[in-house]
């Protein structure tokens, strides 16, 4: 079982920037692709940004695209998604998930293996 534990998450202006982490304490985080997503109350957890192991290839969900950024530290076990131009609608409950699958970028939940808790960021108007 891989511990994935996010932090960042907070309350922010719309317009306003937050950098999440999600930080894992496995050596093996270097091996899996890994993905952010969103649930906002009462939606479906929806995709953001993904990253492969090797951090040579990423993609965004059309919402965050140009606005967020994900990156990886693979020497601190740990994954960024740096979040800017926030708006209310960016409101969500955040996560982080590990695909053991390390060279596949996903956008489906169920092709992720281990999820973080979540992290809540919310966006006032």
């Known amino acids: 079982q891989v511990q994935l534990t996010e932090s960042g998450g907070g309350l922010v202006q719309a317009g306003g920037s937050l950098r999440l982490s999600c930080a894992a304490p496995e050596r093996t985080f270097s091996d899996y692709a890994m993905g952010w997503f969103r649930q906002a109350p009462g939606k479906e957890r929806a995709f953001v940004a993904a990253?492969?192991?090797?951090?040579?290839?990423?993609a965004y969900a059309n919402p965050v695209k140009d606005r967020f950024t994900i990156s990886r530290d693979n020497a601190k076990n740990t994954v960024y998604l740096q979040m800017n131009s926030l708006n209310p609608e960016d409101t969500a409950v955040y996560y982080c998930?590990?695909?053991?699958?390390?060279?596949?970028?996903?956008?489906?939940?169920?092709?992720?293996?281990?999820w973080g808790q979540g992290t809540q960021v919310t966006v006032s108007s």
């Open positions: 998930a590990a695909n053991i699958r390390g060279a596949v970028l996903s956008g489906a939940p169920e092709h992720y293996n281990y």
């Open positions: 990253i492969t192991w090797s951090a040579t290839r990423t």
